[in-house]
């Protein structure tokens, strides 16, 4: 997948948070999008996932040398954030079953379960999980189905030291296989240190 920003702009009420952003993302490539607090790093994650379109420029995506229909995008591309919002009336096992109906599996639903450690919570609603567990479940979600594009914004928010190393491990060998397009928002150099390009906002 290639994504590429044309003139890309976004302003909030009389206030541009950022004019004239120009680049070009690729597949095999892991980028890193960092600044300030308030530079507009989790934004422009957000235009990049077609959260909400920008006020000027715009966003082509393309696969196989053909144009992606925006409102097709959801189906190449994962996505991990706070602001991802879970299905909390469903149980784990209902989740996984009706995000695989919309996203390829790569895992067994077992395997799931045993890579993300959650074999023993198959049957407990997504409302009952700890603010970490939903976000393991996330970073699951993104590693263990199919897409051609990841998207991470603070990856490592409310995760204790064990499934920060699962998250490294996974990430660092999703990188190596170079089959993705990778992009992660954080100012945590241990969440991006493996990749290969920086997109810095000031």
């Given at each position: 997948?290639?994504?590429?920003?044309?003139?890309?702009?976004?302003?909030?009420?009389?206030?541009?948070?950022?004019?004239?952003?120009?680049?070009?993302?690729?597949?095999?490539?892991?980028?890193?999008?960092?600044?300030?607090?308030?530079?507009?790093?989790?934004?422009?994650?957000?235009?990049?996932?077609?959260?909400?379109?920008?006020?000027?420029?715009?966003?082509?995506?393309?696969?196989?040398?053909?144009?992606?229909?925006?409102n097709q995008v959801?189906?190449?591309?994962?996505?991990?954030?706070?602001?991802l919002e879970l299905?909390?009336?469903?149980?784990?096992?209902?989740?996984?079953?009706?995000?695989?109906?919309?996203?390829?599996?790569?895992?067994?639903?077992?395997?799931?379960?045993?890579?993300?450690?959650?074999?023993?919570?198959?049957?407990?609603?997504?409302?009952?999980?700890?603010?970490?567990?939903?976000?393991?479940?996330?970073?699951?979600?993104?590693?263990?189905?199919?897409?051609?594009?990841?998207?991470?914004?603070?990856?490592?928010?409310?995760?204790?030291?064990?499934?920060?190393?699962?998250?490294?491990?996974?990430?660092?060998?999703?990188?190596?296989?170079?089959?993705?397009?990778?992009?992660?928002?954080?100012?945590?150099?241990?969440?991006?240190?493996?990749?290969?390009?920086?997109?810095?906002?000031?």
């Amino acid at each position: 997948m290639i994504i590429t920003a044309e003139a890309l702009g976004i302003r909030f009420m009389k206030r541009w948070l950022f004019q004239n952003l120009q680049f070009q993302l690729s597949s095999t490539n892991s980028y890193a999008i960092t600044g300030a607090n308030g530079s507009g790093k989790s934004t422009l994650l957000q235009l990049l996932i077609g959260f909400f379109p920008p006020t000027i420029g715009k966003i082509e995506y393309s696969l196989n040398n053909q144009v992606v229909d925006l409102n097709q995008v959801y189906k190449y591309i994962s996505v991990t954030t706070p602001y991802l919002e879970l299905i909390e009336d469903f149980t784990l096992s209902e989740l996984w079953e009706f995000h695989a109906k919309f996203k390829q599996p790569i895992v067994s639903k077992s395997e799931f379960m045993k890579k993300t450690k959650f074999e023993l919570d198959t049957t407990k609603q997504i409302k009952f999980f700890s603010s970490g567990m939903k976000q393991r479940l996330k970073l699951g979600l993104c590693f263990y189905f199919h897409s051609q594009a990841m998207f991470f914004d603070e990856p490592t928010t409310n995760l204790d030291d064990a499934t920060i190393a699962w998250y490294l491990e996974e990430i660092n060998n999703i990188n190596k296989n170079q089959k993705h397009l990778l992009v992660i928002c954080s100012n945590d150099k241990n969440e991006y240190d493996f990749c290969n390009q920086v997109i810095l906002l000031q």
